[in-house]
């Protein structure tokens, strides 16, 4: 049977959150999934975090993480809360890491990223399933791969069904053990994971309303079990559809057309960008220019569940 998700606390006001990666200018993507977010917060009377997502030292940039707020600012896109900025955090996710190690849940992992495809099986296009090569090693074979590579950590995962009911994607579920694997919660260069921070943040900053794009609905299951294994309130999620350059070629940082810069060299004002991406992904009846405020007028959360032809991919245009 699966192990359903507990909803966000019921008496809890709706918080949001924007989380971008300083790593460069925002495109058409970003925007939309942060317009997604902000009309399901303030729809129902709820308030929006921005979280800086600066794990990656090496490719997060200062300029970057102004430009982004500027960014947010010039489209409309009031935040209530923040900025907050993971790259200050390491000591709660210590903290967490911690936890997770006295439960006897976390092993070193010495594989390369060779290993990991000769071993693992492909699963859901990109991902992977660990196939648990380390999870078993005894005290000598590990001190023996210690010798030649610093290890990874990772986090023993049951063999369990966890499921949860997307406003936009519907149920979706995942066992653990044979979808997922043992995963990561901190590289070996000593970075704590994407997984573990992100769960952190939302306890720690109150979000209990997650929008973000669909290629993160397969992480979720894994950030449920981490919310409970540590004790945290869970929250409710929206996985919307991605918008794409082709099919199958999500919107990047390098799809300079789709660049805020090219947006406003294209559509001339804010209002008629955020207009564009609304009409073009069911938000909105027809693109005419609008802010994100004009389009909360009619914003319902069933909207968002009905609006869209297709619910994984919508071609950027």
Same mark, same amino acid.
């Given at each position: 049977?699966?192990?359903?998700?507990?909803?966000?606390?019921?008496?809890?006001?709706?918080?949001?959150?924007?989380?971008?990666?300083?790593?460069?200018?925002?495109?058409?993507?970003?925007?939309?999934?942060?317009?997604?977010? =902000?009309?399901?917060?303030?729809?129902?009377?709820?308030? #929006?975090?921005?979280?800086?997502?600066?794990?990656?030292?090496?490719?997060?940039?200062?300029?970057?993480?102004?430009?982004?707020?500027?960014?947010?600012?010039?489209?409309?896109?009031? =935040?209530?809360?923040?900025?907050?900025?993971?790259?200050?955090?390491?000591?709660?996710?210590?903290?967490?890491?911690?936890?997770?190690?006295?439960?006897?849940?976390?092993?070193?992992?010495?594989?390369?990223?060779?290993?990991?495809?000769?071993?693992?099986?492909?699963?859901?296009?990109?991902?992977?399933?660990?196939?648990?090569?380390?999870?078993?090693?005894?005290?000598?074979?590990?001190?023996?791969?210690?010798?030649?590579?610093?290890?990874?950590?990772?986090?023993?995962?049951?063999?369990?069904?966890?499921?949860? +009911? +997307?406003?936009?994607?519907?149920?979706?579920?995942?066992?653990?053990?044979?979808?997922?694997?043992?995963?990561?919660?901190?590289?070996?260069?000593?970075?704590?994971?994407?997984?573990?921070?992100?769960?952190?943040?939302?306890?720690?900053?109150?979000?209990? !309303? @997650? @929008?973000?794009?669909?290629?993160?609905?397969?992480?979720?299951?894994?950030?449920?079990?981490?919310?409970? #294994?540590?004790?945290? !309130?869970?929250?409710?999620?929206?996985?919307?559809?991605?918008?794409?350059?082709?099919?199958?070629?999500?919107?990047?940082?390098?799809?300079?057309?789709? !660049? #805020?810069?090219?947006?406003?060299?294209?559509?001339?004002?804010?209002?008629?960008?955020?207009?564009?991406?609304?009409?073009?992904?069911?938000?909105?009846?027809?693109?005419?220019?609008?802010?994100?405020?004009?389009?909360?007028?009619?914003?319902?959360?069933?909207?968002?569940?009905?609006?869209?032809?297709?619910?994984?991919?919508?071609? =950027?245009?």
């Amino acid at each position: 049977m699966p192990v359903e998700t507990h909803t966000a606390l019921e008496n809890a006001p709706v918080k949001g959150r924007f989380a971008p990666s300083p790593t460069g200018r925002m495109h058409a993507g970003n925007i939309y999934a942060a317009l997604c977010a =902000w009309l399901v917060a303030k729809s129902q009377g709820g308030s #929006i975090v921005l979280r800086i997502e600066d794990l990656d030292r090496e490719r997060s940039k200062h300029e970057y993480i102004d430009a982004v707020q500027r960014d947010f600012e010039f489209l409309g896109l009031t =935040w209530d809360e923040g900025p907050y900025f993971q790259s200050g955090r390491d000591e709660a996710y210590q903290q967490a890491f911690d936890t997770l190690v006295e439960k006897g849940l976390v092993y070193p992992c010495y594989c390369t990223r060779a290993d990991l495809h000769a071993a693992s099986a492909p699963h859901r296009g990109e991902k992977l399933i660990y196939a648990g090569t380390c999870r078993n090693l005894t005290a000598a074979q590990r001190a023996q791969r210690e010798l030649s590579r610093k290890p990874a950590q990772r986090l023993i995962v049951p063999d369990e069904v966890y499921a949860l +009911d +997307d406003l936009v994607q519907g149920h979706y579920e995942q066992n653990l053990a044979h979808d997922c694997g043992d995963f990561l919660i901190r590289r070996s260069d000593g970075a704590f994971a994407y997984q573990l921070a992100v769960v952190v943040d939302d306890a720690a900053q109150g979000v209990n !309303s @997650v @929008v973000r794009g669909m290629d993160l609905l397969c992480s979720t299951p894994q950030q449920i079990y981490l919310q409970r #294994i540590l004790g945290l !309130s869970e929250a409710q999620y929206a996985h919307v559809p991605l918008l794409v350059a082709e099919r199958n070629r999500r919107l990047s940082k390098r799809d300079h057309d789709a !660049s #805020i810069d090219c947006l406003l060299e294209r559509f001339k004002s804010p209002e008629a960008i955020v207009g564009h991406i609304a009409g073009i992904t069911g938000l909105a009846p027809n693109c005419d220019p609008a802010t994100p405020e004009q389009l909360l007028e009619t914003f319902t959360i069933g909207r968002l569940s009905t609006c869209f032809d297709d619910l994984v991919q919508i071609q =950027w245009r």
